[in-house]
């Protein structure tokens, strides 16, 4: 799945990548991160949903990079977009295993410092576009699992009520664990108009 067809909205980036929704934008508005226009099917509810702006997989590469790297490293802005255009060179099969220069002498093992955010995208997108879908007459055109009436909103309001998602994958067993994986996510990333964003998960 090369970069160029990887449609994520920030927010999505920054749950991906562990990181502040802050941290993507300043590294949109200082041009090293470069959005595009485009839609994601799941998430036709907004208004906003035919003008989205949209990143590439490597925005995750690079955001969870700049995370593990953050008292390490310090990289100016050319630097960063330096780094972001040899990141989106690849693919992300290929991310996971590159080894790229990010300054004179140091390489990073994109791997080794991103590869469970990278994993966590891989995983995410295909769910994503078998399982959530957004569809005019049912519940209102809000998000839900594909052939169902089961809302992302309301998996992603179970979990925050103490629900694991082995209870409600157990009550759906017709429908995979991934499944509902994606609606948690996804619900996150676009929250409900009105809602404040929860805020990203660090991972380890």
């Known amino acids: 799945m090369p ?5 994520l909205t920030p927010r999505e980036v ?4 562990g990181v502040p929704k802050r941290a993507v934008e300043k590294a949109i508005e200082e041009g090293v991160l470069s959005i595009h226009v485009g839609k994601i099917a799941g998430a ?3 208004k906003a949903a035919e003008t989205r702006r949209l990143l590439g997989v490597e925005s995750v590469a690079y955001a969870a990079l700049m995370r593990r790297l953050t ?3 310090s990289l100016t802005v050319p630097s960063k977009r330096k780094l972001v255009k040899a990141l989106k060179a690849l693919d992300l099969s290929r991310l996971k295993s590159a080894k790229i220069e990010i300054a004179p002498s140091i390489m ?5 410092l991103a590869g469970e955010a990278l994993e966590r995208t891989d995983r995410y997108l295909h769910a994503r576009d078998a399982w959530i879908e957004s ?24 979990l925050s009520h103490g629900d694991s998602l082995d209870d409600i ?8 664990r991934e499944a509902f994986e994606a609606a948690v996510l996804f619900a996150r990333a676009h929250p409900l108009p009105g809602r404040p964003p929860t805020i990203a998960r660090s991972a380890a």
């Open 3 to 7: 970069s160029a067809a990887v449609n």
């Open 14 to 17: 920054a749950e991906l990548a």
């Open 44 to 46: 036709r509810f907004s």
């Open 71 to 73: 008292g390490i490293v």
């Open 108 to 112: 990073a093992d994109i791997g080794e």
């Open 135 to 158: 569809v005019a007459g049912i519940k209102g055109g809000l998000p839900v699992i594909k052939g169902t009436r089961i809302t992302v909103h309301s998996v992603e309001s179970r």
């Open 169 to 176: 994958a157990s009550e759906n067993p017709d429908l995979p």
